[in-house]
């Protein structure tokens, strides 16, 4: 998704990508001077929305980047970045019920200070 975003939008100036923060580099970069351990996981997400276009509503309302792109864009902009996620979405839907099934991989981090 903020792949699809950044097409729209570029990054803030000076400010590295939150992408990076399950790296561990940057996650040593951000803890390591505090922390006596740091433990990453992977874990696996299903976003379930009644239908893809119910997920956009939701995201358009009140995810804050998504929230933000949809404010800074023209109509027409608006129109395109909608078509793009609504597409990534329908693409990625696991659902063959009208319904949505998104699974999404994160990374659980668990900083143990020293």
Partial sequence: ???????????????????????????????????????????????RYRSPEHF???FKTYYGPVLKAFAAL????QQQLHDDLHALIVRMNRASDGSMVVPSEYLEVVITKR
Avoid: H, Q
């Fill in 1 to 47: 998704m903020f792949k699809t975003l950044g097409k729209y939008l570029p990054p803030s100036a000076g400010v590295k990508s939150p992408a990076l923060w399950g790296t561990r580099p940057r996650l040593n970069e951000m803890f390591d001077a505090g922390a006596s351990t740091i433990r990453a996981e992977s874990r696996l997400f299903n976003f």
């Fill in 56 to 58: 956009l509503e939701i």
């Fill in 74 to 77: 023209e109509p027409a902009k």
